[in-house]
């Protein structure tokens, strides 16, 4: 971390300098690193029309920190990863094995999981107050080990999309072309599917499950407006979050609102601008 202190110590702000708002400096660094998970993505998850899946998968979420919590767990955090992990899974599971259509059976999933979180929390008369700060999220609150954390998930991710993008993205367009391609599909939306489940989950607590789901989708679909082609998406995708990330959190330190509805307000914005340029 003393290098990135370094390396921040020549802006021109005054929570950069030396030895003071480590919180900001933190802050920083788990957007840069967070922001480019969620370029990446959302990509897939607009190619792939899945945006409601991230959105129950943060659900899926928020009642793995109750398990956790109930548990006694210090860090429910990881209670969240798992059962979202496990989550995902069964959604594939179900969704390969039924002829209800995706939306309807992640409605399902999506409900049952909102309803045993909440049925769990406040369990035996339990308050529900300690979990409001998962609604909104607070990455000001970012531990530099949870940063290492998610620096390794997005080398995992870029692993993944090296070895598995053309045939994820062939299992997305065309499912049963790229069966007969020798394409293992449950097998590559599972193991994307997980790939969301552990970054949605280990970014609710600092962007907030209100938003989680926009961070996952305003990318993609900014990008979507003026790309011609895979590459021109994924680096307007990319380039998109991170500035949004980067403007969101300054709006929050000098503004005071949310970090997380900052950024998604200024990915909203980038949508509106690359929807209004997409003839052009």
């Known amino acids: ?53 991230s959105d129950a998968l943060g659900h899926s979420a928020f009642t793995g920190m109750a398990i956790g ?4 767990l210090n860090r429910p955090i990881w209670a969240a990863v798992i059962f979202a992990v496990i989550f995902a899974l069964l959604f594939n599971l179900v969704r390969r094995r039924s002829a209800l ?34 609604l909104i999220g607070d990455v000001l609150s970012v531990e530099p080990a949870m940063i290492g954390v998610l620096a390794l998930i997005l080398a995992a991710v870029l692993v993944l999309w090296a070895l598995s993008f053309n045939q994820l993205m062939l299992a997305s367009v065309h499912p049963a072309l790229a069966d007969s391609r020798g394409v293992k599909i449950f097998w590559q939306e599972t193991v994307f599917s997980a790939a969301i489940a552990v970054v ?6 600092w962007v907030g499950l209100l938003v989680i789901n926009s961070l996952l989708v305003l990318p993609g679909a900014a990008a979507r ?20 990330g980067i403007a ?8 005071g609102p949310s970090a997380g509805a900052s950024i998604t307000l200024c990915l909203a914005v980038w949508f509106a601008l690359t929807f209004v340029i997409r003839k052009k």
């Open 1 to 53: 971390m003393e290098l990135w202190y370094a390396i921040l110590s020549v802006l021109p702000f005054d929570w950069a300098q030396p030895g003071q708002m480590y919180f900001m400096k933190h802050a920083l660094l788990a957007v840069l690193v967070i922001t480019p998970l969620f370029g990446l993505l959302s990509t897939m998850v607009v190619h792939s029309r899945m945006s409601f899946f």
């Open 69 to 72: 919590a109930i548990c006694g």
């Open 101 to 134: 259509a995706s939306d309807t059976v992640i409605g399902v999933f999506s409900s049952t999981a909102v309803a045993l979180g909440i049925f769990l929390s406040t369990l035996n008369g339990r308050s529900f107050t300690k979990f409001n700060s998962l």
């Open 200 to 205: 949605v989950t280990l970014s609710m607590t």
């Open 225 to 244: 407006n003026v790309a011609r082609n895979m590459a021109q998406y994924h680096l307007f995708a990319l380039l998109g979050s991170v500035a949004a």
């Open 248 to 255: 969101g959190l300054m709006i929050s330190y000098y503004l």
